[in-house]
């Protein structure tokens, strides 16, 4: 049985930096969010092959505690973050990673997808580690989505296991007309579609 001093530092939030895209950002977990002690190693490829504009309009779906959305409102100090997620938890951590990070151009909102954004808002660049087991009929769905809501010449980068590799080339290639494969490691690939 766990002491109460080992219990209260188990719920204390947990705390790490790193140099995402080369910019040194501090965050903060817990336990119960993906990866909550490091960045992924599939966020962290994804984050390795993004081009932003310091300008770009961003949207980080299923922002988790915000590693993908801090880092793209740090490379794009001119444009607006907008990170997502349909766990309270993660929102509210992404909120505070937004706050220790003094990212004034970055917001978090919960929401299932793009189902409870503002219609009317359009992206840039969208980025998401997308997990594996949402299945097929979401990840289409996203899909769609992310290109109704990018502006044109907007870029969709995402990262999945290389399990998903072959559908999310054959959906991107139907969707935006193209797919490029920006990295394949181990076990993840990058991939990246243009509006």
Not at 97 to 126: H, V
Request: aromatic share 6%; proline share 5%; net charge neutral.
């Amino acid at each position: 049985m766990l002491s109460q001093t080992e219990l209260a530092a188990l719920r204390a939030p947990i705390r790490f930096d790193a140099e995402p895209a080369g910019r040194r950002l501090r965050f903060e977990s817990t336990w119960g969010l993906f990866s909550p002690r490091e960045i992924d190693a599939g966020t962290a490829l994804l984050l390795r092959h993004l081009e932003v504009a310091a300008d770009a309009d961003c949207l980080d779906l299923g922002c988790g505690y915000g590693a993908i959305g801090c880092t793209l409102a740090a490379l794009a100090p001119q444009g607006r973050t907008l990170l997502v997620d349909k766990d309270f938890v993660a929102v509210d951590f992404a909120r505070r990673n937004i706050a220790l990070n003094a990212l004034p151009n970055a917001e978090a909102e919960l929401g299932n997808g793009f189902a409870d954004i503002d219609p009317a808002r359009r992206f840039d660049l969208i980025a998401s580690n997308i997990p594996a087991q949402v299945g097929r009929e979401l990840l289409s769905i996203l899909l769609h989505d992310a290109h109704a809501r990018l502006n044109p010449g907007g870029r969709l980068y995402v990262v999945t296991v290389n399990g998903l590799r072959e559908f999310m080339k054959r959906h991107m290639k139907d969707i935006f007309g193209h797919y490029d494969k920006l990295k394949q490691g181990p076990h993840h690939t990058v991939a990246l579609a243009l509006r």
